[in-house]
């Protein structure tokens, strides 16, 4: 019998591993959504999202909360029955496991006006963003699937994230991406040395174009919830957390979100601790988007969405049609938390905030995290013995003409001018 199944966020239909993973089962295709009812349409969110399950009254005999305590963080494949992997050990040598390796010290403290926060720092992951959490799922299901060639769309850090794993394990992946994608993260996919298609149009048209020349190839599609493998790869945030903070749960947990893959994630991990006996309650999880991209924010005060072209600084929280839309609303109303929105000024402010009072540059999605908690500070949504964690989630060299915008164009001088000034003093 198989260690988990699937099963479909919107009709609950229930799916074998091999109905899912066998090519062919349903189709002539492969399958990444719901078999019923699964649809990939433009400018929508998916619909068919698929779930991995796992038999969590089998696990909770087998399964030590204290040992589990003990795994490093980082190390994922120590929990193997927490993954849709049926054995990593004959799939992939330990030392190749190594190099795909998360940080191992993720969670910081911090003293910031007088509150103690904790910040999830990803910006220290093997490509320096949390997408290396799905893409090492990805990649691994799809060495287990016989595959080694992979395609992404992306805003640029799913696209860095899966050229780099897919380098250092030796496949060969295809990224394509906006135009308008920082410099930075391009060099980055390209120095990787994957296949870099850059579509004249925003992240939605790369997204729908990959699907159409994915299926077109034959290639292993790592599209952010179309493959669920992404969700399931994101969850292991949680685990790191619960390891971290010695399994202790934050009460709040503040989350830049543009197509609600990492939240969503981030939920199902702490279902699962939930469904272990091993938390007692959800954290409360806020989703934190930028004005000129909240849709995620529109549907859960409206229940509804409607399609708008996003526009923000904050490029990886740039989605104007969230992929997994239904399940960050879920992942937020039943967490208790809620859906806020910054402006490009404030997530800016945050950044500048982030770097000079923590030391970490972030870039300007992870900076939304922190412009959220502010906001929420000033609104006295907080109360003093709150514990609250905000969510870093890529590092912020990827895209340095945001940091360009707060720090000035210094001034060069002579040797003697320094002098003269500094005697001056």
């Not at 295809?174 to 149009?201: C, D, M, T, W």
């Not at 272990?276 to 930028?290: N, Y």
């Amino acid at each position: 019998m198989n260690k988990y199944f699937y099963k479909c966020f919107n009709c609950s239909s229930q799916f074998t591993a091999d109905e899912i993973e066998s090519e062919g089962s349903f189709g002539k295709e492969r399958i990444y959504l719901c078999p019923k009812c699964g649809q990939a349409e433009k400018n929508q969110p998916l619909k068919g999202v698929l779930l991995v399950e796992y038999d969590y009254e089998n696990l909770k005999r087998s399964r030590s909360r204290d040992e589990f305590l003990k795994i490093p963080c980082g190390k994922f494949w120590r929990y193997s029955d927490l993954w849709p992997i049926r054995s990593f050990e004959k799939i992939i040598p330990q030392s190749k496991l190594e190099r795909i390796s998360l940080t191992h010290d993720p969670l910081l403290e911090f003293d910031y006006t007088g509150r103690k926060i904790f910040v999830f720092d990803d910006t220290r992951n093997p490509t320096l963003s949390y997408k290396d959490r799905a893409t090492s799922l990805v990649v691994l299901k799809a060495i287990e699937l016989g595959i080694n060639e992979i395609a992404a769309a992306s805003t640029g850090n799913a696209g860095s994230s899966l050229a780099g794993i897919c380098a250092r394990l030796g496949l060969k992946s295809h990224i394509f991406v906006p135009e308008n994608i920082p410099s930075a993260k391009r060099i980055q996919i390209q120095s990787f040395g994957a296949n870099l298609y850059l579509v004249k149009g925003d992240y939605d048209q790369a997204f729908d174009l990959c699907l159409e020349i994915s299926r077109m190839k034959n290639w292993y599609n790592r599209n952010t919830a179309y493959n669920p493998m992404t969700i399931e790869g994101k969850k292991s945030a949680a685990f790191d957390i619960f390891i971290s903070m010695k399994g202790i749960i934050p009460d709040k947990i503040f989350v830049p979100v543009g197509d609600g893959v990492i939240i969503s994630g981030l939920y199902k991990g702490f279902t699962e601790l939930l469904k272990l006996g091993w938390i007692e309650k959800l954290p409360q999880l806020i989703a934190v988007q930028a004005e000129g991209s909240n849709a995620v924010v529109r549907y859960v005060q409206t229940g509804k969405f409607e399609y708008q072209p996003a526009s923000t600084i904050a490029d990886s929280i740039h989605a104007g049609a969230p992929r997994n839309l239904y399940m960050a609303a879920h992942a937020v109303t039943t967490s208790l938390g809620t859906a806020i929105s910054v402006s490009d000024e404030e997530i800016l402010s945050a950044q500048k905030s982030i770097a000079q009072n923590f030391g970490i540059i972030a870039e300007p999605s992870s900076a939304a995290s922190f412009a959220g908690y502010e906001k929420f500070v000033r609104s006295g949504s907080i109360s003093a013995n709150e514990n609250v964690l905000l969510m870093l989630t890529g590092n912020g060299l990827k895209d340095t003409s945001a940091l360009s915008k707060w720090n000035d164009e210094p001034v060069s001088k002579s040797t003697d001018e320094w002098k003269k000034l500094f005697l001056s003093e």
